[in-house]
């Protein structure tokens, strides 16, 4: 069970935009911020939104993060085909622990 | 470009021993923090330890408190965690990863598979 709450799956149509929520507590995402990973079939994770909404260079703007009280979301307008993968949210925790969502996973129908 | 180079990973009994070693380049990696996370193949993320850039804070999950150890050799840009008393659970992909909270780089590693086995 993780400590950061995310839905298994979400799935979308080329050119749709769709939303991946991540929900936590004020140990977590209530006091700190949140970061984004994407894992594609076979690879390491990378990293898509840092400080709730910040994107590293080379990260398309169809990606973007936001946040509100203890929970997060991560939205993918104008969705491809390449964007099918995993989506995991992450906080630094209160308790000294890094945590992680369980994950989503992306269907790009 | 950073690259973070995991090795030491491989086959170990229950209740044995194991270092993995992560090499970093293209960043200042003293001035980092520094984590390994954990996946088993198939399963989501789960966040294992962690440093800071100078090694005098480290955190661990509960899941490995008392078992592993975190270090780093900022002369050689080398992190490391020793594994002891591993367990059949501990078997996983482990990355070691840049800072991934506040302020993230977010940079990963390749992974090493850990199995313990009998």
Redesign the interface.
């Known amino acids: 069970q993780?400590v950061l709450t995310q839905a298994p799956s979400a799935s979308g149509t080329p050119g749709q935009r769709v939303t991946i929520s991540c929900s936590g507590s004020n140990s977590n995402i209530g006091s700190?911020?949140v970061?984004w990973?994407q894992?594609l079939p076979g690879t390491?994770?990378?990293?898509l939104v840092?400080?709730n909404n910040q994107r590293?260079s080379g990260v398309p703007d169809r990606f973007s993060g936001s946040k509100s009280g203890t929970s997060a979301s991560l939205a993918i307008s104008g969705l491809q085909s390449e964007d099918e993968a995993?989506y995991?949210c992450?906080?630094?925790d209160d308790s000294?622990?890094?945590?992680?969502?369980?994950?989503t996973r992306l269907t790009v129908l | 470009d950073v690259q973070l180079l995991e090795s030491g990973g491989g086959l170990v009994q229950p209740g044995g021993s194991l270092r993995l070693s992560c090499a970093a380049s293209g960043f200042t990696f003293s001035s980092d923090a520094m984590n390994w996370v954990r996946q088993v193949p198939g399963k989501g993320l789960e966040w294992v330890s962690g440093i800071s850039d100078n090694g005098a804070g480290t955190y661990y999950a509960d899941s490995v408190k008392g078992r592993f150890t975190i270090s780093r050799d900022n002369s050689k840009n080398t992190l490391y965690v020793q594994m002891n008393s591993l367990k059949d659970e501990d078997t996983a992909i482990y990355y070691c990863a840049t800072k991934l909270f506040e302020e993230a780089s977010g940079h990963w590693g390749q992974g090493t598979l850990v199995t313990v086995s009998s």
């Open positions: 993780s700190h911020t970061s990973y894992q390491a994770p990378k990293l840092y400080n590293p995993d995991y992450a906080a630094w000294l622990n890094g945590v992680f969502g369980g994950g």
